[in-house]
């Protein structure tokens, strides 16, 4: 064999498998991209939920503090008195707020502290026997309040805590400022609610400089710190599910292969995902940053998952290199057996189908006009035996393939004199998504990714199915079955079950029952003691009643005052003893404040064949009738 021809055949046989290398590499990244993209999300998703439900717990507590007028008038009154009769008047108000307060830590609230208008502390309802401290040079929200009189939130530390703050000012009647009250939630929680209820093993870090060095010793200090695995540089907090042995020894062992990307994107101070193996297993490190009022990074979410998804993935790669590695060898051989340029090429153009067809993606080279070459996923795709036909049907657009959709490219998004290319390349990664009509008449939603090739002015396109993904993502935002107040069923979850139900009852030919519960008067107890007390009357309410249903029941709030129970398999008389029972429990109930509340009741028992809407019409008027009979009682229809 001529010297030419063996380099030609060395050449060709690196350049093959690297080329099998890049397109499995990219395509890799892609897949990876879209879990490292997906879990961030996710955390960020449950962080942002529990900011926000602790802003509306800390408003809401804010403003039937306000509405109290002695405590208004005390803090005052404070602000003028000895230290004798600010003693006094500090045991009264600990006194007015202590029921609230107790109410308050049960939804989480940490701290609930009393300054004066100088920003001395006058009442720490956590640390009642702590007091008379000027926090202006400790704390910037209080500095703010004071200097500006308008409210504000954050993250901030304190002299032995860092917590989620929400500090207000207060006014007297004439609106003159005398102080402010602090209503703030400690930074484990977010660690707290991830791990027991979102099932995501998170760590909360901080920064150790946000206290000086002899500070994380103090006995004092109320959380407990270690240094943390993912930096030296930040303290992660300890509990029941974070140890040293697992939070920091071995986790620090798992993040060593990638320990300088952490400490490089720590310093950014932007969120961030990574991936690394550790004992056979992938996991994904999920960061997120947590700023403080100057919009400095003093702390971060770290998130833990496994994930089968980028460990098949990365196998699949390792597969496909060495199924194209074999595939090379036995090309080599057929080129050396036919030296002729054409049949070289051939051979080639045979050999890149079937590589492209290894892979889970769907694949095209095109100049965007016409397609010259595509896999057989999309020949399946359009149900097409061969690009002439695809090209025949489409009229010379590819980019009529893509449908126009909000939030997903295709050709209606393009500039004057733009090419495909051009709007390809302004468009941020994580939006270079498109839809398409397969030959079931079914969308499905594609992460699109174009290279260009490098013998010719056509680009390789790939396309990953990401529809399943998609789904999944919107089901995770959009489906939520808890009501956040009262911690029970809510009314998705309610319609899921009822429907669910209705169908078991027509294929069995059951019965069962539902009520609709109304809580008489409320709107007497919102106007009279503030909604406030009305949460805490509907969470005293729903609890009662959640406890002494039976276990085959399904409790649910329906929304604002109202709640419902779906009696599974129960005719009308058994679940109007349920009904008697639950009612009698609640007329017997008392609240501290509100005293007596009771609750009215309409009860109804499913017709063959009727639609839910019926059914929960005619159980709705039964409600009705029993307010109009005078409340507290049972109606039936």
Request: glycine share 4%.
């Amino acid at each position: 064999m001529k010297r030419k021809n063996i380099l030609f055949l060395t050449l060709f046989f690196l350049l093959f498998n690297a080329a099998i290398s890049v397109v499995v590499h990219l395509n890799n990244e892609e897949r990876i991209k879209l879990v490292l993209q997906r879990n961030l999300k996710t955390l960020k998703t449950h962080y942002e939920i529990l900011l926000y439900t602790q802003k509306l717990i800390a408003s809401t507590m804010f403003q039937s503090t306000v509405k109290l007028e002695r405590v208004i008038d005390i803090i005052s009154q404070a602000n003028h008195e000895t230290k004798k009769n600010k003693d006094k008047l500090r045991d009264e108000l600990q006194n007015i707020l202590k029921s609230k307060y107790s109410i308050a830590k049960q939804k989480g609230v940490f701290q609930y502290q009393f300054l004066l208008s100088t920003n001395e502390s006058f009442l720490r309802m956590h640390k009642p026997s702590k007091y008379g401290d000027i926090l202006t040079d400790v704390r910037d929200d209080f500095a703010y309040v004071q200097k500006m009189k308008k409210s504000i939130r954050g993250f901030t530390r304190g002299r032995t805590t860092h917590a989620f703050r929400n500090t207000f000012p207060l006014f007297d009647k004439n609106e003159q400022y005398i102080g402010a009250v602090e209503i703030s939630f400690p930074s484990d929680s977010f660690q707290w609610y991830l791990n027991y209820i979102s099932h995501i093993h998170t760590h909360f870090i901080i920064n150790k400089k946000i206290f000086n060095s002899n500070t994380w010793d103090r006995d004092d200090i109320v959380l407990k710190y270690s240094k943390s695995a993912e930096s030296n540089d930040y303290m992660v907090t300890l509990g029941s599910l974070h140890s040293v042995q697992r939070c920091v020894i071995q986790n620090r062992i798992s993040l060593k292969p990638i320990r300088k990307d952490i400490n490089a994107k720590i310093h950014k101070g932007k969120a961030f995902s990574e991936y690394a193996k550790y004992e056979n297993r992938i996991n994904v490190f999920s960061f997120f940053p947590i700023k403080n009022l100057k919009n400095e990074t003093v702390a971060w979410l770290v998130s833990y998952v496994e994930s089968p998804f980028i460990e098949s993935t990365l196998q699949m790669a390792w597969v496909i290199r060495i199924i194209g590695f074999f595939i090379s060898m036995i090309i080599s051989y057929f080129i050396i057996l036919q030296i002729r340029a054409s049949n070289i090429i051939q051979e080639r153009h045979h050999l890149l189908d079937d590589i492209l067809n290894l892979t889970d993606n769907i694949m095209f080279v095109t100049d965007f006009k016409t397609i010259s070459f595509s896999n057989n996923n999309f020949k399946n795709l359009f149900n097409i035996k061969n690009t002439k036909d695809f090209n025949l049907r489409y009229k010379h657009n590819i980019l009529d393939l893509f449908l126009p959709r909000k939030g997903y490219l295709h050709k209606g998004l393009l500039g004057k004199n733009q090419t495909p290319i051009e709007l390809f390349k302004v468009t941020p990664e994580e939006k270079r998504v498109v839809i398409i009509i397969d030959r079931y008449f079914k969308e499905k939603i594609f992460q699109i990714n174009i290279s260009k090739t490098n013998y010719s002015d056509d680009y390789l396109v790939s396309l990953s199915d990401i529809t399943r993904m998609k789904e999944k993502e919107i089901r995770i935002e959009e489906k939520a079955y808890i009501d956040g107040l009262t911690g029970v069923y809510n009314r998705n979850k309610f319609d899921e079950l009822l429907n669910k139900e209705i169908k078991n009852a027509n294929k069995n030919r059951n019965v069962f029952s539902i009520a609709i519960i109304d809580i008489d008067k409320f709107k007497n107890f919102n106007d009279t003691y503030g909604h406030l007390m009305g949460d805490e009357i509907l969470i005293m309410i729903a609890d009662k009643l959640n406890k002494n249903v039976r276990k085959t029941d399904t409790f649910a709030r329906w929304g604002g005052e109202e709640f419902v129970i779906l009696f599974k398999e129960t005719p009308i008389d058994p679940a109007y003893d349920v009904c008697k029972n639950l009612k009698d429990i609640i007329e017997n109930l008392r609240h501290s404040t509100a005293g007596s509340v009771t609750v009215s009741f309409g009860l109804t028992q499913y017709k063959e064949s009727e639609s839910a809407e019926n059914m929960f019409k005619r159980c709705d008027d039964a409600l009705y009738l029993a307010k109009e009979n005078g409340r507290n009682r049972i109606e039936i229809l």
